[in-house]
């Protein structure tokens, strides 16, 4: 048994996401957990045993013009690592958490820092050189780091120029949960009809693309009598709103939901024509439901949708493309259920749950014997 901390961003988003999801998962296998946040992850609802959350208080001076969450963190972890004689803080997104774990890591002794990469974290930094230097520090310092998808690994070789080994442990999802559900109420909630129903799950960041979510629907809808449902919030909400009444196509903005597993459940494609995404797990959460995925050839997307086999990939951009696969799907029965089915497959054999929590495990205790 072990006792982990995990820092990660608690709020929406996919790393905060994985980071919750592997602390439960841990916690039900008999180990303890301990959360380090400024707020309570958004998927740890209920209680779990096993589970303990710190609450993180970021001090505000008339003095500080910036409050000083990096160093509140270090600090907050560092006290939490003493009293509850943590083996192991887990830093979820490279950016301030390795470093914050380094900090702590210096305080503590014998307390060992894993570093999770997911994304931005490292293809951001390559294009923003502000945070460089103390992100291939804290990379280089870290007693082990994972990433999320070999495209990622391989991203952070070339940005940093490292030399140090990266385990690619992916992304998960509990295909027991994760699965379609027959008799969906939603069909009948949201007038769905016989309407073909095409998704979109995001946090809304340009990176998301998602006036091209509304544009690629607007080619499709010309052909297919279909919907759009539009799930989450962020900055591109409006423009996208706006876009979809000027075309007056039939898009549901439905905000942020807690649990989207209903709304996969009446879906017949998820669109994802993000410009990155070194993973993408709402690909993968989708495919554990049946739905085939049609989204963009960048990043780590190749390694979780098979082009052909449980959706298509396409270039960045190319709306034309995308209208035509996603009709190709759409307008055949037939092979949407197929590529449901495969990607299903692939979501259950490839990334279970049970499957990448052993291989954390396996990864701690290499690290803990050194
Ligand atoms: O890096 C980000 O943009 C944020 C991050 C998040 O918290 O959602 O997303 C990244 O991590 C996810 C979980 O590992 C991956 O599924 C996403 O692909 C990745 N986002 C990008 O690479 C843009």
């Known amino acids: 048994m072990l006792k982990i901390g995990i820092t990660c961003y608690p709020s929406y988003g996919g790393s905060g996401a994985m980071a919750t999801e592997l602390g439960k998962t841990l916690a039900e296998k008999g180990h303890i957990v301990h959360f380090i946040n400024y707020e309570v992850p958004?998927?740890?609802?209920?209680?779990?045993e096993r589970i303990v959350y710190h609450h993180l208080d970021i001090p505000t001076y008339p003095l500080f013009k910036y409050p000083p969450y990096t160093l509140a963190l270090a600090s907050r972890i560092a006290e939490v690592a003493v009293k509850e004689k943590l083996d192991i803080i887990h830093a979820h997104y490279a950016i301030p958490h390795s470093i914050c774990g380094y900090l702590a890591k210096l305080m503590v002794p014998n307390l060992k820092l894993v570093t999770t990469l997911h994304g931005t974290d490292i293809t951001l930094v390559?294009?923003?050189q502000t945070f460089f230097p103390i992100t291939k520090f804290a990379i280089e310092a870290s007693d082990g780091v994972t990433a999320v998808s070999?495209?990622?690994k391989e991203d952070t070789?070339?940005?940093?120029?490292?030399?140090?080994?990266?385990?690619?442990?992916y992304n998960f999802v509990d295909t027991t949960i994760y699965k379609r559900e027959r008799n969906s109420k939603l069909v009948h909630c949201l007038g769905l009809g016989r309407k073909k129903v095409l998704i979109h799950i995001s946090n809304f960041r340009p990176v998301k693309r998602i006036t091209d979510v509304i544009e690629i629907f607007k080619g499709i809808s010309r052909k297919i009598d279909s919907v759009l449902l539009m799930i989450g919030d962020g900055v591109e909400r409006s423009k996208a709103e706006k876009l979809a009444a000027q075309y007056n196509l039939d898009v549901r903005f439905l905000g942020q939901q807690a649990n989207v597993?209903?709304?996969?459940?009446?879906?017949?494609?998820?669109?994802?024509?993000s410009e990155q995404e070194s993973f993408g797990l709402v690909a993968l959460e989708a495919m554990a439901c049946n739905v085939p995925v049609v989204g963009s050839k960048v990043g780590g997307l190749p390694e979780?949708?098979?082009?052909?086999?449980?959706?298509y990939l396409v270039?960045?951009?190319?709306?034309?493309?995308?209208?035509?696969?996603?009709l190709a799907i759409l307008s055949n029965d037939n092979l949407r259920e197929m590529m449901g089915i495969n990607?299903?497959?692939?979501a259950v054999s490839h990334f279970d749950q049970r499957k990448i929590i052993k291989e954390y495990e396996e990864f701690y205790y290499k690290i803990l014997k050194g």
Do not use: T
């Open 157 to 169: 070789y070339k940005i940093f120029d490292i030399k140090r080994d990266i385990q690619v442990i």
């Open 261 to 273: 597993i209903p709304f996969l459940s009446v879906a017949d494609l998820l669109l994802l024509p």
């Open 343 to 346: 990607g299903r497959e692939r």
């Open 150 to 152: 070999q495209s990622l």
């Open 304 to 311: 979780v949708i098979i082009d052909g086999e449980n959706g």
């Open 126 to 128: 390559g294009n923003d």
């Open 42 to 48: 958004f998927r740890l609802n209920g209680y779990h």
């Open 315 to 326: 270039e960045v951009g190319n709306i034309e493309l995308f209208v035509q696969k996603s």
